[in-house]
């Protein structure tokens, strides 16, 4: 398996410690048994069209299909977690448990600009083959010119960083703004499972899954290509790609999302399969 450094790639000061400490080994993922080709291509296709629309529920609010969903793999937090693993920790701040991640909250302040975006996450807990219901989601990403809140440059910000706890059908949705793409890394959303709310603000070290969210390409091309906020995404985006970035390069499948909209706001949305 491979080490994967998830974000600038100038960013190497950091030190052995800490990217042992952050960096976790990439999973296989695996399909249970009996997944057609033709439900494989459908649940993994990305799709742009001129009008947004909503998501449907691929998982029952008590039960899944056993053998329809595949296990996400484990993938690095990087150096910007957010979640008390390096620097400060949001999970523990008064606010963090919301649906609208664009403006700073607490004693924070400033609001991210970008185009609009609804993240839906569907959770389902592959040991009990059931939607998972009261699971906490953390979820951060980048602005719309590659920055981190709570680090660096947007050290005096938190935007861009929430939990939501899943519903009955193991759903948790966001309203954020579309990530940029920064130099050396795919465009993508970093996020942890907690089994509950309670585990995930006491100290944010027990996730029970923390991967990233991979956009689809099209959808990418789209916003940074009309949109002059995303103007550095352009750029690097041409310079990489799924197959040569070094967290998605082994294998995207059960992390590619499927996005749906237009250049005034995109509907992402990832079944994430949570297993061990």
Same mark, same amino acid.
């Given at each position: 398996?491979?080490?994967?450094?998830?974000?600038?790639?100038?960013?190497?000061?950091?030190?052995?410690?800490?990217?042992?400490?952050?960096?976790?080994?990439?999973?296989?993922?695996?399909?249970?048994?009996?997944?057609?080709? +033709? $439900?494989?291509? !459908?649940?993994? =296709?990305? *799709? #742009?069209?001129?009008? &947004?629309?909503? /998501?449907?529920?691929? +998982? $029952?609010?008590? !039960?899944?299909? =056993?053998? *329809? #969903?595949?296990?996400? &793999?484990?993938? /690095?937090?990087?150096?910007?977690?957010?979640?008390?693993?390096?620097?400060?920790?949001?999970?523990?701040?008064?606010?963090?448990?919301?649906?609208?991640?664009?403006?700073?909250?607490?004693?924070?302040?400033?609001?991210?600009?970008?185009?609009?975006?609804?993240?839906?996450?569907?959770?389902?807990?592959?040991?009990?083959?059931?939607?998972?219901?009261?699971?906490?989601?953390?979820?951060?990403?980048?602005?719309?010119?590659?920055?981190?809140?709570?680090?660096?440059?947007?050290?005096?910000?938190?935007?861009?960083?929430?939990?939501?706890?899943?519903?009955?059908?193991?759903?948790?949705?966001?309203?954020?703004?579309?990530?940029?793409?920064?130099?050396?890394?795919?465009?993508?959303?970093?996020?942890?499972?907690?089994?509950?709310?309670?585990?995930?603000?006491?100290?944010?070290?027990?996730?029970?899954?923390?991967?990233?969210?991979?956009?689809?390409?099209?959808?990418?091309?789209?916003?940074?290509?009309?949109?002059?906020?995303?103007?550095?995404?352009?750029?690097?985006?041409?310079?990489?790609?799924?197959?040569?970035?070094?967290?998605?390069?082994?294998?995207?499948?059960?992390?590619?999302?499927?996005?749906?909209?237009?250049?005034?706001?995109?509907?992402?949305?990832?079944?994430?399969?949570?297993?061990?």
């Amino acid at each position: 398996m491979t080490s994967h450094d998830d974000d600038h790639p100038h960013e190497h000061d950091l030190g052995l410690t800490h990217d042992l400490k952050v960096m976790t080994r990439r999973r296989m993922f695996i399909l249970a048994g009996g997944v057609g080709a +033709a $439900s494989l291509a !459908a649940a993994c =296709a990305s *799709s #742009v069209t001129g009008t &947004p629309t909503s /998501t449907s529920a691929t +998982a $029952s609010a008590t !039960a899944v299909a =056993a053998g *329809s #969903v595949a296990q996400v &793999p484990a993938e /690095t937090a990087g150096p910007y977690p957010g979640d008390g693993s390096n620097g400060p920790n949001i999970l523990i701040q008064n606010g963090v448990v919301r649906k609208d991640l664009r403006k700073s909250f607490g004693d924070y302040t400033g609001t991210a600009d970008g185009v609009d975006m609804q993240l839906t996450m569907k959770l389902v807990d592959l040991n009990t083959k059931a939607a998972g219901k009261g699971m906490a989601v953390y979820v951060w990403h980048c602005t719309a010119d590659g920055e981190y809140s709570l680090y660096r440059n947007a050290a005096e910000a938190n935007y861009l960083r929430g939990v939501q706890v899943a519903g009955a059908d193991g759903t948790v949705t966001f309203t954020s703004i579309f990530p940029g793409c920064y130099s050396g890394r795919w465009p993508h959303i970093h996020f942890e499972v907690y089994d509950s709310l309670e585990a995930a603000v006491v100290a944010g070290s027990d996730a029970r899954l923390t991967s990233q969210i991979a956009l689809p390409e099209d959808a990418c091309k789209r916003i940074y290509d009309n949109d002059s906020r995303y103007s550095s995404s352009i750029r690097n985006l041409e310079s990489t790609s799924l197959s040569s970035d070094n967290v998605f390069g082994d294998g995207w499948t059960a992390e590619l999302a499927t996005a749906t909209g237009s250049t005034s706001k995109m509907n992402v949305s990832l079944t994430v399969g949570v297993g061990d």
